[in-house]
Nanobody, 114 residues
Framework: VQLQASGGGLVQPGGSLRLSCAAS????????MGWYRQAPGKQRELVAR???????NYADSVEGRFTISRDNAKRTVYLQMNSLKPEDTAVYYC?????????WGQGTQVTVSS
């Protein structure tokens, strides 16, 4: 399985971005999928996850600002990020959650700065 994240970029504080992660392979529809992020000098953290039945769960730091969704037919998971803050700056990845089963992809850089 390969996981390809995209959609990152440079955005001002308060702005929005929508990330996408496309997964190859046939296992995706049955797994809980998550979005992770890793800021410079920090450990990778799980910020949102969603079950195969579309039940989401969020880290406190992004609750109310981020929305995770998935399209099983397209094998794609999304992360809508609103009201972005400088502390959201990180490389964002997707993978299964909370247990990581697949090799990490390259991720997509999100930079929140004025």
């Amino acid at each position: 399985v390969q996981l390809q994240a995209s959609g990152g970029g440079l955005v001002q504080p308060g702005g929005s971005l929508r990330l996408s992660c496309a997964a190859s392979g046939s296992i995706f529809p049955t797994n809980i999928m998550g979005w992770y992020r890793q800021a410079p000098g920090k450990q990778r953290e799980l910020v949102a996850r969603i079950t195969s039945g579309n039940s989401p769960n969020y880290a406190d730091s992004v609750e109310g600002r981020f929305t995770i969704s998935r399209d099983n037919a397209k094998r794609t998971v999304y992360l809508q990020m609103n009201s972005l803050k400088p502390e959201d700056t990180a490389v964002y990845y997707c993978n299964t959650a909370p247990n990581v089963y697949y090799v990490w992809g390259q991720g997509t850089q999100v930079t929140v700065s004025s």
